[in-house]
């Protein structure tokens, strides 16, 4: 049984934009929600959070200015805008839910911290 359903990845060329989605079952409780990336051969690195409880964000260094993580609290979703998108932004992207401290949550911790893990969905950006 499903319990975070993503959606919305593909391929696009760069300077493209994609918009991820992920919805988190009712089922889960959770105070952090999030966004990470694996591409091949590396580590999975947190790409954006958000705390359910204020919408405060965070960013990796690399996404800044480009990527917009959002939340639909009524619909227990959240989204990933993806913007100005470049080949380096390859990867399968997650979506992970759990209850993380907020200061966990808005810094650059383990992906380990989250229990809750979506099946993934890749996003290819071609040159």
């Known amino acids: 049984q499903a319990q975070l359903v993503e959606s919305g990845g593909g391929s696009v060329q760069a300077g493209g934009s994609l918009r991820l989605s992920c919805a988190v079952s009712?089922?889960?409780?959770?105070?952090?929600m999030g966004w990470f990336r694996q591409a091949p051969g590396k580590q999975r690195e947190a790409v954006a959070k958000?705390?359910?409880?204020?919408?405060?964000?965070y960013y990796a260094d690399s996404v800044k200015g480009r990527f917009t993580i959002s939340q639909d609290s009524a619909k227990n979703t959240v989204y990933l805008q993806m913007d100005s998108l470049k080949p380096e932004d390859t990867a399968v992207y997650y979506c992970?839910?759990?209850?993380?401290?907020?200061?966990?949550?808005?810094?650059?911790?383990?992906?380990?911290?989250?229990?809750?893990w979506g099946q993934g969905t890749q996003v290819t950006v071609s040159p």
């Open positions: 992970a839910a759990d209850f993380v401290p907020r200061p966990a949550c808005l810094a650059d911790v383990s992906s380990q911290v989250f229990g809750y």
């Open positions: 009712e089922y889960i409780s959770s105070s952090c």
């Open positions: 958000i705390y359910k409880g204020d919408g405060d964000t």
